[in-house]
């Protein structure tokens, strides 16, 4: 059984087709200031190519953008190709594989929800989903009960944040640095973002474990195969893992 899997972020979105669990095809689109209509036609016309007789079962969206997602509905159901297919939502009214211990579901994004999905999915009854994106979120999942998490401000997100807020300063890739100490400006930005960003990350993994131990940590988002490389004790790195979830959560729908 495959399934298309969308997930809508506020700076890029992916889609992919998930045959068995696993993403066995996908493509990014980065989305542009102001105007993203093209990024959003891009990806339905991808999902449109690959509609025909072994045809996914249906869409799944996981969005954290409503106005994007109401146009991609839009599009879906405008589409010859694509609108006789299931189209559905991850929202807190859908039917989760965990139980919910948290004081309220509706304020949580649909990227987290699907996280913590794509952990059960993997056979994860506790563990703690890292997803380093645009925020940083940290929840825990712990015997099949999801208690709660933290948002950060994405790593960088966090950069950009600062290079715009000085006249002067200029735009600097998160990367990791040639060395700990910069020899000039746009050097000492780049260690300085990178190392507090990494350092960051992970002692508040380490303070999260230390009160839950044995936890496994599972870190996705597209910074984390470039993190995880920094950290210790990952049980898994899988940036797919927001798709994998979404799509393991179709037909789940409680209405």
């Excluded at 969206?61 to 991850?90: D, I, T």
């Excluded at 099949?144 to 998490?149: D, L, N």
């Excluded at 100490?181 to 350092?199: F, N, P, R």
Aim: glycine share 10%.
């Amino acid at each position: 059984m495959s399934i298309f899997s969308l997930d809508i972020g506020n700076s890029k979105s992916a889609v992919a087709i998930v045959e068995n669990g696993r993403v066995t095809d996908s493509l990014r689109e980065k989305h542009e200031s102001g105007n993203d209509e093209n990024q959003l036609l891009a990806l339905h016309a991808w999902c449109a190519e690959r509609i025909g007789e072994n045809s996914p079962l249906g869409m799944v969206v996981a969005s954290v953008v409503p106005e994007r997602s109401s146009r991609w509905k839009a599009l879906w159901n405008a589409s010859r190709a694509s609108h006789a297919l299931e189209l559905q939502e991850v929202s807190a009214q859908t039917i989760f594989p965990f139980e919910l211990a948290i004081e309220d579901p509706a304020g949580v994004g649909a990227d987290r929800w699907c996280n913590l999905a794509g952990a059960m999915a993997r056979g994860y009854r506790s563990a703690l989903v890292v997803d380093l994106g645009t925020a940083n979120t940290f929840d825990l999942l712990r015997d099949g009960r999801f208690e709660g998490g933290l948002i950060a401000p994405g790593l960088n997100s966090s950069l950009r944040a600062l290079t715009q807020a000085g006249a002067l300063l200029p735009e600097v890739e998160f990367a990791r640095p040639r060395r700990l100490l910069g020899q000039d400006t746009v050097e000492a930005i780049q260690a300085g973002s990178w190392y507090q960003g990494v350092l960051g990350v992970g002692g508040l993994i380490d303070h999260i474990r230390s009160q839950h131990r044995g936890l496994p940590v599972l870190l996705t988002g597209g910074l984390s195969p470039s993190i995880a490389r920094e950290l210790d004790e990952i049980e898994l790195v899988e940036p797919e893992l927001t798709l994998e979830g979404a799509a393991s959560l179709f037909r789940n729908s409680a209405v």
